[in-house]
């Protein structure tokens, strides 16, 4: 199927694989940590001009949105006992959540946008206590705020 008819069928779809490209981070958490890939910064606004490198930056610094890759197995759970919290784990692998601007262990990794264009893709590993909230699939794929397109 391509991409066209990908869209046709489900937008969400199409706009997760932009704002979430598929990639191997490269790390396995540990214990109690969540690894998770932090929303990609569009580049370019909609009206077709790129924007400046600090402006992406910038951006970057205040992203707070992210989907969970993978789970430490002591993650949502007793350290002491293993057993899983009475309220069950707050998140799991695909689910989108908020995360702290701050904290956390961050890194990027390139990521081939076309044969002209490479950009970063950033991962971060937090304590599965700092993972904020949940987020709805459709507000955490919303870029209808942001100032830049596709």
């Known amino acids: 199927m ?3 008819e990908n869209a046709a069928l489900d937008p969400l779809t199409v706009k997760e694989t932009v704002l979430f490209p ?3 981070p490269g790390i396995t958490p540990f214990g109690s940590r969540v690894l998770v890939q932090v929303r990609r910064v569009r580049t370019r606004r909609k009206s077709g001009l790129y924007m400046t490198k600090d402006a992406t930056d910038t951006q970057m610094d205040n992203t707070c949105v992210a989907k969970v890759i993978a789970i430490g197995p ?3 759970k007793n350290r002491n006992t293993m057993e899983t919290w009475a309220e069950g784990g707050w998140c799991e692998a695909g689910e989108y959540v908020f995360v702290p601007k701050y904290g956390g262990l961050r890194w990027e990794k390139s990521y081939k946008v076309d044969d002209d264009y490479i950009d970063k893709v950033q991962f971060a ?3 599965d206590l700092n993972i904020t909230g949940g987020i709805e699939p459709k507000t955490a794929l919303n870029d209808d705020d942001e100032p830049v397109g596709v």
Do not use: R
């Open 125 to 127: 590993i937090f304590d």
């Open 22 to 24: 598929k990639m191997d």
């Open 74 to 76: 002591l993650g949502y």
């Open 2 to 4: 391509s991409m066209v």
